[in-house]
């Protein structure tokens, strides 16, 4: 029996990956790229993309940043007929575009009384319309819109697949981001929905769900400005039995199992965790 080469079985496709620009998913980007696919880095600032694109290039491989808004259809139109004249149609869809933001947070875990009476504390009551709403649709509309786009060049070829990018907080909400944990649930939600909805039609449809990774976007969350860790940090560690924050590296292999179809070609619908036990874990 010939054991599956993720390695052979990726070369040559074309890998579009959104939020390119950002830590994980230019991670992500180099890997495919060191596997031999041909990947377009979309990114809403094209310049990050296109400097992660041409470090790519450096290292011999095939790489193009591009600008993209993943919550608009015109602009995701547009590099969808730039990437197909450059690359060719996709045949492999990394959802990477997320992010929380400080107006859609608690300031504490817990209400307690008398919190309504303290002036400049943000709790439940007066979170920001419009933070929520960024968040929620970063995460989960940017994931929906791009799939639009791009799986329409996917309908009827062999070896296509989708990957989306969920969270731990998908299963168990963390407390003081309800926004970024609801986004989250629906994106997992939404992995599921569409991995039936395309299974007639030769798709795959997967998730990650990473733990603790420590990233720009929660930055504020997890590190005093000195760089010392806050007490979350202290309860995040303490909750991983690993002992310690993931890598980004630790995301790769099963990346590249899952948006492999000689080695996933009959794993659809699952969103897979990275935790480090995190969810396994009950503290006691």
């Given amino acids: ?17 959104t939020g ?49 808004n993943v919550l608009d259809h015109a602009s995701l139109n547009a590099c969808r007929e730039r990437v197909l004249k450059d690359l060719g149609p996709c045949d492999i869809l990394i959802n990477g575009a997320g992010g929380n933001n400080p107006k859609a947070q608690t300031d504490k875990e817990y209400y307690e009384l008398g919190d309504e009476n303290k002036d400049g504390l943000k709790t439940f009551f007066n979170l920001d319309d419009a933070g929520i ?15 639009q786009v791009f799986a329409r060049d996917m309908i009827g070829r062999k070896g296509c697949s989708i990957l989306n990018i969920s969270s731990m907080n998908a299963f168990t909400p963390l407390t003081k981001i309800p926004a970024y944990s609801a986004a989250k649930a629906a994106v997992s939600n939404f992995t599921q929905w569409l991995a039936v909805h395309f299974s007639k039609v030769g798709i795959r449809v997967n998730a990650i769900a990473p733990g603790f990774f420590s990233t720009a976007q929660n930055k504020s969350l997890l590190w005093n400005p000195d760089g010392t860790p806050t007490p979350r940090t202290g309860k995040i560690i303490a909750g991983t039995p690993m002992g310690r924050f993931g890598e980004v590296e630790e995301l790769v292999g099963s990346t590249l199992f899952l948006v492999s179809d000689r080695a996933a070609g009959f794993i ?3 969103v897979l965790p990275i935790d480090g036990g995190f969810s396994s874990y009950s503290g006691v």
């Fill in 133 to 147: 709403q960024f968040v929620f649709n970063l995460n989960y509309i940017g994931t929906l819109m791009p799939t």
């Fill in 1 to 17: 029996m010939q054991l599956p080469l993720i390695v052979e079985d990726l070369k040559d496709k074309v890998a579009v990956v």
């Fill in 20 to 68: 390119a620009g950002g830590v994980i998913c230019s991670e992500l980007s180099k890997a495919l790229a060191a596997a031999g696919a041909k990947v377009a880095l979309l990114d809403l600032h094209e310049e990050k993309a296109e400097a992660v694109a041409a470090g790519i290039r450096a290292e011999g491989g095939i790489a193009y940043g591009y600008g993209a």
């Fill in 268 to 270: 659809t619908g699952v």
